[in-house]
């Protein structure tokens, strides 16, 4: 996975839709509560999410270094 929950993002699964959606609102409820309330964490998260790098030529780079 290229987002990692509390690190450089926000992430949330379920099994069903209900699961999803709760999961999905009490994200964003975590979310909202870190922008309000610790804001150094926020800055943190803000910056790894910045720094990552989600491009297709990255991933296929290690795509090709698994089978080399």
Do not use: C, P
């Not at 943190?44 to 990255?58: G, M, P, T, V």
């Amino acid at each position: 996975d290229t987002v990692w929950h509390d690190v450089n993002g926000f992430v949330f699964e379920g099994w069903t839709m209900q699961d999803k959606v709760n999961n999905f609102v009490g994200t964003v409820h975590h979310a909202i509560d870190i922008f309000l309330h610790d804001k150094e964490h926020w800055e943190r998260i803000k910056q790894a999410a910045l720094d990552a790098r989600f491009s297709w030529e990255d991933a296929a780079k290690k795509y090709v270094e698994m089978y080399e």
